[in-house]
């Protein structure tokens, strides 16, 4: 009997190895499975500004990584990033204005580059999404948002994204675990640890889709009138972790329905940009010749 406490040690030792030995498997399986339908961005974007009068403009220069969620090259990202002034968390900068002029859609490592336009704009979700103007017979694996399980508060999710270019856009995963849920002003669960890749998927451990890593703005808005206590009221949000930039995980299926508003409204778009270019039909009246000049008699 006196060797039962080192048996039992032993056997949790071994468990546990197991345990993260299966653990580190499921994460290589996700980030094989899944790193395909990560993309990165370059955009170009005119920031417009005006203050007491005065008004200035720049041009802006960002890489974003997003999912692709249609063959066809729609793109999924997050609002914050491809146009934050946008957002409501930014009603303080009514006076700033950001335009995307150009934007480029680089597939995993590969550095050639595809032409893209913004297609569409969820405002509740803070999402966005890019059309690729001609995938050119590429093939592509996009990530599939129908059904998705339920996370129970305390699973450990993972998600897939990438580094910069400067890194050769090596994929690469983070994990966190889900500490909360939230039922307004729409049904999503917290986050807590690494995870921090706003607008791309989530998954299980069994590498199944969960939804989608976002911000959501309450429908309460706090007395912003009082300046001496707007910024304690904004410390005592970041410090209680619930701050500007809260993470959410909404559903899979709620994101599902968002996508396809946001595929209809692409391929209208790609359409009337397709009939303003070259192929449009000409509408200038022609020039009516000039009259002939009566002869003159000598």
Known sequence: MKYMPAIAAVVFILLTCRGEAQEADSYQKVLQARSASIVTLRVVSKLDMSMAGQSQSREMRTEIQGVLVDKDGLVMV???????????????????????????????????EYNAFLAATDTKLNLSFVQIEDIAGKTVVPA???????????????????????????????????????ARPRRAWMIEGGISGFGLPVYS??????????????????????????????????????????????????????????????????????????????????????????????
Request: glycine residues 10%.
């Open 78 to 112: 997050s609002t914050m990033f491809m146009n934050p002034y946008s957002m409501n968390l930014n009603e303080g900068a009514a006076g700033v204005k950001m335009t995307p002029t150009s934007i480029k859609v680089v597939f995993g490592d590969d550095d050639k």
């Open 144 to 182: 599939a948002f129908t059904g998705g399980p339920t996370p129970a508060i305390g699973e450990r999710l993972v998600s897939v994204s990438r580094m910069s270019r400067g890194y050769d856009y090596s994929a690469f995963y983070q994990t966190g675990r889900v500490n909360g849920e939230i």
């Open 205 to 298: 451990l069994n590498n199944e889709l969960v939804g989608v890593l976002t911000t959501i703005q309450s429908t309460i808005k706090e007395d912003s009138q009082n300046p001496d206590t707007m910024g304690m009221q904004m410390a005592l949000r970041m410090m209680s972790g619930g701050g500007m930039l809260q993470p959410f995980l909404v559903p899979a299926s709620m994101v599902d329905g968002v996508i396809g508003q946001a595929k209809t409204r692409a391929h209208e778009l790609a359409a009337k940009r397709k009939a303003g270019g070259t192929e449009a039909p000409k509408t200038e009246t022609p020039a009516k010749a000039p009259a002939k000049k009566p002869a003159t008699k000598k």
